[in-house]
């Protein structure tokens, strides 16, 4: 009897500890979150990120705590995530620069090392001068291009902003002085300040500077004309075939485990449709572009392929 009674006790005893991982995962998460934003307070990654933050409280139990972690157009807070503990209690978010900066051979760090959780967002790069610059169209910008050696500044070397002017640059076959700044924000700031003739960032970043008279927008980088900027002329209307911009997604390290990684994605489909969020990007007039997982994977897959074939197409990879 006695043996009978040890062996079902040993059995259940090996049954709680396979099933103790699952219990523990199922918990999911019992502690703060942080999404960590690769970039400069104020910008529009920033932006999303906050929003979503606030917006995602309804959908976990947890609190999502917004770090800021700027530096080498955004491969220092991809390096926090990658190099930490793969268990979901850090997320990332992810721009484009994740496409360009290894192609470019500015760092090791690929979109491969992680694990997509969703697209939330789309916005073309735009060119944006001083609102009393001289020039008020494309045309009369690229013919003062072409003459003098204008500074250009970008969200850094190797950034989806850089390469946005570097396209212009050889399209126009003009000569730009490349100006790196560590995020969009900065960048837009240094122009404010007259201390560069234009940008490259996104036009919703620049949205409430517009609006506010203080900058202007020549053209956006879009297929199509974009909302908040009817009048702006894409380049393609000005015979320049320049279709290139940012997206901004989640993602965390690409050993966090799969019921860990389902909790988010689930959390963040609902997150998504909240209009708080919606609100906050219409705010900015940002691009909500919404997609899951493997859609997303898909998403960066394609845009690093383009990114290389681009960098080595205008020569721009480090030695």
């Given at each position: 009897?006695?043996?009978?009674?040890?062996?079902v006790?040993?059995?259940?005893?090996?049954?709680?500890?396979?099933?103790?991982?699952?219990?523990?995962?199922?918990?999911?998460?019992?502690?703060?979150?942080e999404?960590?934003?690769?970039?400069?307070?104020?910008?529009?990654?920033?932006?999303?990120?906050?929003?979503?933050?606030?917006?995602?409280?309804?959908?976990?139990?947890?609190?999502?705590?917004?770090?800021?972690?700027?530096?080498?157009?955004?491969?220092?807070?991809w390096?926090?995530?990658?190099?930490?503990?793969p268990?979901?209690?850090?997320?990332?978010l992810?721009?484009?620069?994740?496409?360009?900066?290894?192609?470019?051979?500015?760092?090791?760090?690929?979109?491969?090392?992680?694990?997509?959780?969703?697209?939330?967002?789309?916005?073309?790069?735009?060119i944006?001068?001083?609102?009393?610059?001289?020039?008020?169209?494309?045309?009369?910008?690229?013919?003062?291009?072409?003459?003098?050696d204008?500074?250009i500044?970008?969200?850094g070397?190797?950034?989806?902003?850089?390469?946005?002017?570097?396209?212009?640059?050889?399209?126009?076959?003009?000569?730009?002085?490349?100006?790196?700044?560590?995020?969009?924000?900065?960048?837009?700031?240094?122009?404010?300040?007259?201390?560069?003739?234009?940008?490259?960032?996104?036009?919703?970043?620049?949205?409430?500077?517009?609006?506010?008279g203080?900058?202007?927008?020549?053209?956006?980088?879009?297929?199509?004309?974009?909302?908040?900027?009817?009048?702006?002329?894409?380049?393609?209307?000005?015979?320049?075939?320049?279709?290139?911009?940012t997206?901004?997604?989640?993602?965390?390290?690409?050993?966090?485990?799969?019921?860990?990684?389902?909790?988010?994605?689930?959390?963040t489909?609902?997150?998504?449709?909240?209009?708080?969020?919606?609100?906050?990007?219409?705010?900015?007039?940002?691009?909500?572009?919404?997609?899951?997982?493997?859609?997303?994977?898909?998403?960066?897959?394609?845009?690093?392929?383009?990114?290389?074939?681009?960098?080595?197409?205008?020569?721009?990879?480090?030695?």
């Amino acid at each position: 009897m006695k043996s009978n009674i040890t062996r079902v006790l040993a059995g259940l005893l090996c049954t709680l500890a396979v099933q103790a991982p699952a219990l523990a995962q199922s918990t999911f998460p019992n502690k703060p979150i942080e999404l960590i934003v690769p970039y400069p307070a104020g910008g529009g990654t920033d932006v999303l990120g906050r929003a979503f933050a606030l917006a995602a409280a309804k959908h976990l139990p947890q609190s999502m705590i917004v770090m800021n972690k700027p530096g080498a157009s955004g491969a220092i807070g991809w390096a926090d995530v990658i190099n930490g503990k793969p268990d979901g209690y850090k997320i990332v978010l992810l721009a484009t620069d994740l496409m360009t900066q290894p192609n470019m051979g500015n760092t090791k760090i690929t979109y491969e090392d992680f694990t997509p959780i969703a697209r939330l967002n789309y916005d073309p790069a735009a060119i944006t001068v001083r609102a009393d610059a001289p020039w008020n169209s494309v045309e009369e910008f690229m013919a003062a291009a072409k003459k003098g050696d204008f500074k250009i500044g970008n969200g850094g070397n190797g950034s989806t902003w850089h390469l946005a002017a570097a396209a212009v640059e050889d399209k126009a076959g003009a000569k730009f002085n490349h100006i790196p700044y560590a995020g969009a924000q900065p960048a837009i700031l240094a122009l404010l300040g007259g201390h560069l003739d234009a940008i490259t960032v996104s036009a919703a970043e620049t949205y409430t500077y517009v609006a506010g008279g203080k900058l202007k927008t020549l053209g956006v980088m879009s297929d199509q004309r974009i909302k908040g900027f009817e009048k702006v002329p894409t380049l393609k209307e000005r015979g320049m075939d320049i279709s290139i911009g940012t997206w901004r997604g989640l993602a965390v390290n690409k050993a966090t485990p799969p019921d860990v990684v389902a909790v988010l994605r689930a959390a963040t489909a609902k997150t998504a449709q909240e209009q708080s969020l919606r609100d906050a990007l219409d705010k900015q007039n940002m691009g909500y572009a919404y997609a899951e997982g493997d859609a997303f994977a898909a998403v960066m897959a394609k845009d690093h392929a383009f990114y290389k074939t681009l960098i080595n197409k205008l020569g721009l990879k480090s030695q």
